[in-house]
């Protein structure tokens, strides 16, 4: 699977746009990009997917670059529940089979008051 | 999506004994997966439970520490057996969805003293 980078942290006004950075420049032309989100000590919570068309959907939106090396995930317009560490994974979807996720060290989003 | 049940949602043990965490799914899959997040890291895939057949174990994990059973295709048990200090963690599982989107479980936190 693909290596992904992310910020470590990033702070984000409350009612304003998140814009989550992620790079996967080695990602493979059949992977996708996957977003997860993990509120504090809860179980990651699935946010959106895509190969290579921006997607939407009620939580938040996805653009992929158009060489795919990069994506961010935007949620539109944060609220103090949009506190978690946000996890971008690139991984080949299969379809008629389960698959386990590689999750990297993600990114903290604080939304502040 | 898919409902993942996991219990206990908590406990705290004493060292050298036994926990065995239970994975239900509100359907019927053939793989389902285990991982731990140890305190401030992110998710680590322990194994994978595929119904039928023995789990297969990632590098570092060994089934005489986190043997698992998967009896029938909605659930899988995972145990932490011969327990130290370092065994405290999140424990979570996985299971596929509607897409084929992994959902995971609300998680075990595990104390041990």
């Known amino acids: 699977d693909a290596k992904t980078t992310q910020p470590p942290s990033m702070d984000c006004a409350e009612g304003r746009a998140a814009n989550l950075p992620c790079n996967h420049s080695?990602?493979?032309?059949?992977?996708?990009v996957y977003w997860y989100r993990q509120i504090h000590s809860q179980g990651p919570q699935y946010i959106i997917h895509?190969?290579?068309n921006n997607e939407t959907n009620e939580m938040a939106s996805l653009i992929i670059t158009e060489d795919r090396k990069s994506s961010t995930l935007i949620l539109p317009h944060a609220t103090l529940r949009d506190t978690a560490v946000y996890y971008c994974?690139?991984?080949?979807?299969?379809?008629?089979?389960?698959?386990?996720?590689?999750f990297g060290k993600g990114t903290s989003l604080l939304v502040t008051p | 999506s898919a409902v993942i049940s996991q219990k206990p949602s908590r406990d705290i043990c004493q060292r050298g004994t036994s926990l065995t965490i239970q994975c239900q799914v509100d359907?019927?899959?053939?793989?389902m997966f285990w991982y731990r997040q140890q305190p401030g890291q992110s998710l680590t895939l322990i194994a994978t439970?595929?119904?039928?057949?023995?789990?297969?174990?990632e590098s570092g994990f060994v089934i005489d520490k986190f043997p698992i059973s998967r009896p029938n295709l909605t659930f899988s048990t995972l145990t932490v057996s011969n327990m130290s200090p370092e065994d405290s963690s999140i424990y979570l599982c996985?299971?596929?969805?509607?897409?084929?989107?992994?959902?995971f479980g609300a998680g075990t936190r595990l104390s041990v003293l």
């Open positions: 439970a595929n119904q039928g057949s023995e789990a297969t174990y």
């Open positions: 359907s019927q899959v053939t793989m």
């Open positions: 994974i690139v991984r080949v979807h299969i379809a008629n089979s389960g698959y386990a996720l590689n």
């Open positions: 895509g190969l290579k």
């Open positions: 080695t990602i493979s032309g059949n992977e996708y």
């Open positions: 996985s299971a596929p969805g509607q897409g084929n989107i992994q959902y």
